[in-house]
């Protein structure tokens, strides 16, 4: 719990450091593995992908890990990790995160995976693909009631449909963001 709130303020050496200790103290597989899972989002937020792909390869290859929504959660930096390098095994993660987020019914879960999606999407060029994921998106985001991560999704669907020439439902999400 104090690795995540030093990761939300920001003190991210200091969430790496509460970390490491908290693993050397705690050799029960589900803490660890929580853990471990802190470890790769803080590397995900420094921009450091081999680093959080290499965590998340470490609690999806041990089998002593077994909490789906930690493995869930472990599919989908690692598909983020796939994509930002460029890594053709994005599309696994991408399947097993699916699957695994569905069967959980995690909402939020699926948001971001939808957000990381339609983002895949988009920079290969499939519009109708990157439309779909972040309608998709914001539709989970919305049932889960973040409202943030729907004005996310919104918004990247908005710089879309503003490129297609659709303006007048660009500008109806846009202000929806905004709001």
């Not at 908290?22 to 471990?36: C, K, M, T, Y």
């Not at 909490?67 to 989908?76: C, G, M, T």
């Not at 053709?88 to 569905?102: K, N």
Request: net charge positive; with cysteine; hydrophobic share 40%.
């Amino acid at each position: 719990d104090r690795a995540r709130l030093l990761e939300k303020l920001g003190r991210y050496r200091s969430a790496l450091v509460a970390t490491a200790k908290a693993l050397r103290s705690s050799p029960e597989p589900d803490v660890s593995g929580h853990l471990l899972l802190a470890r790769a989002t803080i590397r995900n937020r420094l921009g450091q992908w081999k680093e959080c792909l290499r965590l998340c390869r470490t609690l999806l290859q041990d089998s002593k890990y077994r909490d789906k929504r930690v493995l869930a959660q472990a599919h989908l930096l690692a598909e983020w990790c796939c994509m930002s390098l460029g890594l053709p095994e994005r599309a696994e993660h991408e399947r097993a995160a699916f699957s695994l987020l569905a069967g959980l019914d995690d909402s939020i879960g699926l948001g971001n995976l939808l957000l990381n999606r339609g983002e895949s999407a988009w920079r290969e060029c499939r519009a109708l693909d990157a439309v779909e994921d972040f309608r998709l998106s914001s539709e989970r985001y919305k049932r889960a009631g973040d409202v943030l991560g729907a004005a996310l999704a919104d918004n990247n669907l908005a710089e879309i449909l503003t490129l297609q020439f659709h303006l007048e439902a660009a500008e109806e999400l846009l202000t929806r963001a905004r709001r």
